[in-house]
């Protein structure tokens, strides 16, 4: 790429004017097919079906493209169906009823009225996606078969497999397609980008941990991958050395995403018997823990024994831990009508933080609103309070209490994964200059947990490590990479975050999006919409949808499938939080 200018906004068009072609010929052929059948008679309903197929696909083509220069058929036509179920609500049952001078009602006699139509838009929507997948792949396919690079590549390492790293190997593929001279690798020590928010909701039981993960070579297919660890980076030498008999991989730019791993602070067996909350196994893990606890609890016969068994302790009451307990609680309160013999008062959920309220990262009246929410359902605050000790059968407190438990889990801190912190020197975040390139390291560059970003905006702090953070700095990073091999100065990372969201359990949430406050239930359907449209790919938003769905109609599942007696530390790399 021979620009200064990132490129997304062109992306975004050109994929939006290719839905529009796909959208208008999936709509003359529909529409073709529903006008033999009467459903779309003389020029003003032609008129309003083309209008509606061209946005249907222009929507189709910016949503579901997901900016890869290919995109599976079926994927491609599953978002078109969904459009078009979207369509219909929207134009059929909505719009059409407006312009005739009547007021929607929504009601299932105009459902029924309108199945035809219904019909009619699943079908072009399907088809409009699967012809915008065809299109995009003969694009790509042009645009490869176009000639090589004037220019030798550019070797570019990505270390890391979470938001920010896939989101630059994303963002790199479609640099190349315009001609960018880069060969780029991503090195991950798992194979699956995690959606970390929802992983509280793996712990309790309300969706299956394989739902909110994606593949990395789904995620960007057109980047050479490897699985693996990498364990020492030599920036004179400017290569990588991957675990065990892997070899190395040299580069000339590299970008480290590699996240964080929980920190203990050297607190006295915190290490050996706390759960933490970073990867698929550890929810599941601990979801068949607590199951298991429920069983074991229903033969106890001693009631303290009993209590001490169903005790769950979190510490740190940011997003992570102030969502886990209450998830925690949800799924024991779910379930707890299959064990007869044990009793709502033998439950007890206790957030230890030492600050006088939870969720600092909210405003005040926010963070009041959402202890009273956890505490009118009988969660325990311990404010002013910190760990100072962690057994096996109990956490101590640094005021001298001491808490019985079975189950500890830790999200009160959390440090830059080892090869980041081996390689700032100091242990603390990689520190980087505005345009994301890490201080005193020619050729390497840092986003996500493991950099420590200067925020104009904010004289002498930092951006926070966050999903939204890291996701458009993987973005920037990957256009300021091609700029400088352009021979550009590459241009200064700026973002303002958008808002943030927690979930408290029992169908409430509180948030901030852009100054503007939420609570209660719109919050929690506020939640899981974005998160929801957050997922990678249409087919997991499909998924978590039926997990929620059935969670409403269904009680949760009490099947053990792990043998869970006990934490496992794996050191297991993490992406951003939020």
Not at 18 to 31: H, I, N, P, R
Not at 118 to 136: E, S
Request: hydrophobic share 45%; net charge neutral; aromatic share 6%.
């Amino acid at each position: 790429m021979h620009e200064s200018t990132p490129p997304p906004r062109r992306a975004l068009r050109e994929r939006a004017a290719t839905g529009v072609v796909a959208g208008l010929a999936s709509g003359v052929v529909v529409g073709a097919v529903m006008a033999f059948q009467d459903m779309v008679v003389g020029a003003p309903a032609w008129f309003g079906y083309v209008i509606y197929a061209v946005v249907l696909g222009a929507l189709l083509g910016v949503t579901t493209g997901s900016g890869r220069s290919r995109s599976p058929i079926a994927e491609t036509a599953c978002g078109g169906v969904l459009l078009g179920c979207v369509g219909w609500l929207l134009y059929s049952l909505t719009l059409v009823p407006l312009l005739a001078g009547t007021a929607p009602t929504w009601s299932a006699a105009s459902a029924v009225a309108s199945y035809p139509q219904l019909v009619g838009d699943l079908l072009q929507g399907g088809l409009a996606g699967a012809l915008l997948a065809v299109l995009l792949s003969l694009r790509a396919d042009r645009t490869a078969g176009a000639g090589s690079p004037s220019r030798p590549l550019v070797r570019i390492v990505i270390i890391g497999g979470g938001f920010g790293g896939v989101s630059a190997a994303k963002t790199f593929e479609r640099l190349a397609v315009r001609g960018a001279p880069v060969d780029v690798t991503l090195i991950s020590d798992s194979n699956y980008l995690l959606f970390t928010p929802m992983l509280a909701e793996v712990a309790s039981g309300a969706l299956e941990a394989r739902h909110i993960s994606a593949p990395v070579r789904a995620s960007a297919s057109h980047t050479r991958f490897r699985h693996g660890r990498v364990d020492q980076v030599d920036p004179m030498a400017r290569t990588v050395r991957l675990a065990g008999e892997a070899g190395t991989i040299s580069y000339d730019h590299l970008v480290l995403a590699v996240g964080s791993v929980p920190h203990t602070f050297g607190l006295p067996g915190v290490e050996q018997h706390a759960w933490t909350l970073k990867n698929l196994s550890d929810a599941t893990r601990l979801r068949d823990h607590v199951i298991g606890l429920l069983e074991r609890a229903e033969q106890e016969r001693d009631p303290a024994e009993r209590r001490r068994i169903l005790t769950f302790v979190v510490a740190g009451a940011g997003f992570a831990g102030t969502e886990t307990i209450a998830e925690l609680y949800d799924l024991v309160f779910g379930v707890i009508r299959f064990y007869p013999a044990i009793g709502s008062e033998d439950a007890r959920f206790v957030l230890v933080h030492p600050g006088d309220r939870i969720l600092p990262e909210l405003g005040p009246d926010l963070g009041v609103y959402a202890l009273e929410r956890l505490e009118a359902r009988g969660i325990e605050f311990r404010g002013g309070a910190r760990v100072a000790e962690a057994t096996a059968d109990r956490v101590r407190l640094d005021d001298g209490d001491s808490i019985p438990t079975t189950t500890f889990v830790w999200t009160a801190g959390n440090r830059p994964a080892p090869l980041a912190a081996g390689l700032s020197g100091t242990g603390r975040q990689l520190p980087t200059d505005a345009q994301l390139r890490v201080t005193d390291l020619d050729g390497v560059w840092a986003i996500g947990d493991c950099a420590r970003i200067p925020d104009p905006s904010r004289d002498g702090e930092h951006y926070p490590p966050t999903a939204q953070h890291a996701i458009r700095e993987g973005k920037v990073v990957a256009a300021n990479i091609v700029t400088s091999i352009a021979g550009r100065e590459p241009g200064a990372f700026r973002f303002r975050t958008i808002g943030v969201l927690v979930a408290l359990g029992h169908r409430t949430a509180a948030g901030e999006v852009r100054g503007i406050r939420f609570s209660g239930l719109a919050a929690w359907f506020l939640w899981r919409g974005v998160y929801l449209a957050k997922l990678p790919g249409v087919e997991k938003r499909i998924r978590v949808l039926f997990d929620w769905l059935l969670d409403l109609a269904f009680p949760r599942d009490i099947v053990v499938t792990t043998d869970a007696k006990a934490p496992v530390h794996d050191d297991v790399v993490v992406g951003s939080d939020r």
